[in-house]
């Protein structure tokens, strides 16, 4: 239940300093007691609250996402109510060849009124190129690159961010190293409906969301349902974090799906409908039935609550949505299945119905982004066979899909300033193993197993 906002109506610069000193709730002094021998584990650190350091009608919180065949969606907040929503772009500095003009949105929540937020698609952009664009006609001048289209292509996953002193090492750790698009399984803020907390995310992760695609799905600190006024919820997350779901024939932010090089990637909501009579259920039916595994020779799906997980925090959330979904995304040969919402990492075997499967996904549990709640210690013991390695720490992933058959997936935790490598793992691409041929749907073509 989330807790009613005792929020006056103000701007949001006062509040900020109500909020360094309301919001340190954290427990500091969390007893380890399951740390490793060669690693001793941190507890959660404070909260960063992010002001803004441009003038008061500038862009901020920018950020971009995969919208659309060699498009890209830029989306800002400004206080500037006549700003127009318009983003002007080019591949060379200061010089902005072309223009396009989108909309605004803006919430309110109790006596929080948010800003205009202005989503814009540009495009059509050039594969693995660097564009310079500005917002509204107004400086900064931001830059990105878009991905490759063809492979090999490199994913960054994070989970359960938050905006702690630990998002921003996880944060650092990632663009310490080159990738291509974000990937973010759930629970982005942790605002928990104290919206000026979802303003501090957005120039927190402004960084590194204006020069890479970061594409979200939902977690449950994004639900802020609230009895009778708000019962559906996700109100700050749809109008922030729009991702593109109309694109992809999906009736609901809470779940859509895109292509980025030879990668078709499936965004489900743990927090919205999905038993067999439901518009996700049936979106994802005719999703998996239209992929092309020769123009997408993988499927990667991220969602939130966790399907496969031998922590004790949250046991057993995902399981109505594993018993309503796992089989269509067996038979769909699916490569890896993401999820957050455990703060830890852990890597399973392929699984199917609960057993070690040749043909069935690898699952990831990676949500330890660095959120203000901190690690989940207890993995039952002793660990499950199905279950290869499992860790509480702080940490983001990195997946570099090589070619049509290779992928390599590592863990790397945050050690204090460095980040240090701890799991690493080969995957061979499913569809194209030859103990699995048989369990594939019509939709496989044949020829895209014999082409390789
Ligand atoms: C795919 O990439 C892996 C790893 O780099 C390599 O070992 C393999 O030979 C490549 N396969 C093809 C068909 O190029
Ligand atoms: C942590 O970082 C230190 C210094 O870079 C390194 O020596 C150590 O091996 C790392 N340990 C772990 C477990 O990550
Ligand atoms: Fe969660």
């Given at each position: 239940m989330p807790i009613p906002p005792t929020l006056e109506p103000t701007m949001e610069k006062r509040w900020s300093h109500v909020f360094l000193f309301t919001i340190f709730f954290f427990p500091q002094f969390l007893v380890q007691s399951h740390a490793s021998p060669e690693y001793t584990r941190q507890p959660p650190r404070p909260l960063i609250f992010s002001t803004n350091t441009r003038s008061d009608s500038a862009p901020q919180q920018v950020h971009i996402s995969l919208a659309g065949k060699d498009h890209m969606r830029v989306s800002w907040i400004s206080s500037d109510k006549h700003m127009p929503s318009t983003v002007d772009y080019g591949k060379i500095s200061g010089r902005y060849e072309a223009s396009a003009t989108g909309h605004d949105t803006s919430y309110t929540y109790f006596f929080y009124s948010s800003n205009k937020i202005r989503h814009v698609t540009i495009g059509p952009l050039d594969p693995s190129t660097t564009y310079y664009y500005r917002c509204g006609g107004s400086s900064p001048e931001f830059s990105f690159r878009t991905p490759p289209s063809t492979l090999p292509i490199e994913f960054v996953v994070v989970g359960d961010l938050g905006q702690t002193e630990w998002t921003a090492s996880t944060l650092a750790h990632v663009a310490a190293e080159d990738y291509d698009v974000f990937l973010l399984p759930g629970d982005l803020s942790y605002a928990d409906t104290q919206q000026p907390l979802w303003d501090s995310f957005g120039r927190l992760v402004e960084p590194y969301a204006s020069i890479r695609p970061w594409m979200v799905t939902e977690g449950n600190h994004e639900i802020e349902t609230f009895p009778i006024?708000?019962?559906?919820?996700f109100r700050a997350y749809n109008a922030r974090w729009l991702m593109p779901y109309q694109e992809s024939g999906s009736n609901s932010n809470l779940y859509y799906s895109f292509d980025v090089a030879g990668t078709h990637i499936v965004m489900l909501g743990s927090y919205t409908d999905f038993d067999a009579s439901s518009d996700q259920y049936k979106w994802l039916k005719a999703d998996l039935a239209k992929v092309d595994r020769i123009k997408t020779p993988w499927i990667l799906v991220l969602l939130h609550a966790p399907w496969y997980n031998t922590n004790s925090a949250h046991k057993g959330e995902g399981e109505s949505m594993r018993k309503a979904m796992e089989e269509m995304l067996y038979k769909a040969q699916v490569d890896v299945v993401f999820a957050g919402h455990v703060h830890a990492y852990e890597r399973f075997t392929r699984v199917y119905d609960n057993k070690a499967d040749p043909c069935g996904p690898v699952y990831v549990t990676i949500g330890d982004g660095g959120n203000r709640e901190g690690l989940a210690l207890d993995f039952e013991n002793p660990s499950p066979s199905i279950s290869l390695y499992r860790e509480p720490s702080f940490g983001h992933g990195r997946l570099r899909i090589y070619n049509n058959t290779h992928a390599r997936w590592s863990w790397h935790r945050n050690n204090e300033s460095d980040s240090f490598q701890a799991d690493e793992v080969w995957f061979e691409r499913l569809s194209s193993s030859n103990t699995c041929k048989g369990t594939v749907q019509g939709q496989i073509h044949s020829n895209s197993i014999d082409e390789l």
């Amino acid at each position: 239940m989330p807790i009613p906002p005792t929020l006056e109506p103000t701007m949001e610069k006062r509040w900020s300093h109500v909020f360094l000193f309301t919001i340190f709730f954290f427990p500091q002094f969390l007893v380890q007691s399951h740390a490793s021998p060669e690693y001793t584990r941190q507890p959660p650190r404070p909260l960063i609250f992010s002001t803004n350091t441009r003038s008061d009608s500038a862009p901020q919180q920018v950020h971009i996402s995969l919208a659309g065949k060699d498009h890209m969606r830029v989306s800002w907040i400004s206080s500037d109510k006549h700003m127009p929503s318009t983003v002007d772009y080019g591949k060379i500095s200061g010089r902005y060849e072309a223009s396009a003009t989108g909309h605004d949105t803006s919430y309110t929540y109790f006596f929080y009124s948010s800003n205009k937020i202005r989503h814009v698609t540009i495009g059509p952009l050039d594969p693995s190129t660097t564009y310079y664009y500005r917002c509204g006609g107004s400086s900064p001048e931001f830059s990105f690159r878009t991905p490759p289209s063809t492979l090999p292509i490199e994913f960054v996953v994070v989970g359960d961010l938050g905006q702690t002193e630990w998002t921003a090492s996880t944060l650092a750790h990632v663009a310490a190293e080159d990738y291509d698009v974000f990937l973010l399984p759930g629970d982005l803020s942790y605002a928990d409906t104290q919206q000026p907390l979802w303003d501090s995310f957005g120039r927190l992760v402004e960084p590194y969301a204006s020069i890479r695609p970061w594409m979200v799905t939902e977690g449950n600190h994004e639900i802020e349902t609230f009895p009778i006024v708000y019962p559906h919820g996700f109100r700050a997350y749809n109008a922030r974090w729009l991702m593109p779901y109309q694109e992809s024939g999906s009736n609901s932010n809470l779940y859509y799906s895109f292509d980025v090089a030879g990668t078709h990637i499936v965004m489900l909501g743990s927090y919205t409908d999905f038993d067999a009579s439901s518009d996700q259920y049936k979106w994802l039916k005719a999703d998996l039935a239209k992929v092309d595994r020769i123009k997408t020779p993988w499927i990667l799906v991220l969602l939130h609550a966790p399907w496969y997980n031998t922590n004790s925090a949250h046991k057993g959330e995902g399981e109505s949505m594993r018993k309503a979904m796992e089989e269509m995304l067996y038979k769909a040969q699916v490569d890896v299945v993401f999820a957050g919402h455990v703060h830890a990492y852990e890597r399973f075997t392929r699984v199917y119905d609960n057993k070690a499967d040749p043909c069935g996904p690898v699952y990831v549990t990676i949500g330890d982004g660095g959120n203000r709640e901190g690690l989940a210690l207890d993995f039952e013991n002793p660990s499950p066979s199905i279950s290869l390695y499992r860790e509480p720490s702080f940490g983001h992933g990195r997946l570099r899909i090589y070619n049509n058959t290779h992928a390599r997936w590592s863990w790397h935790r945050n050690n204090e300033s460095d980040s240090f490598q701890a799991d690493e793992v080969w995957f061979e691409r499913l569809s194209s193993s030859n103990t699995c041929k048989g369990t594939v749907q019509g939709q496989i073509h044949s020829n895209s197993i014999d082409e390789l």
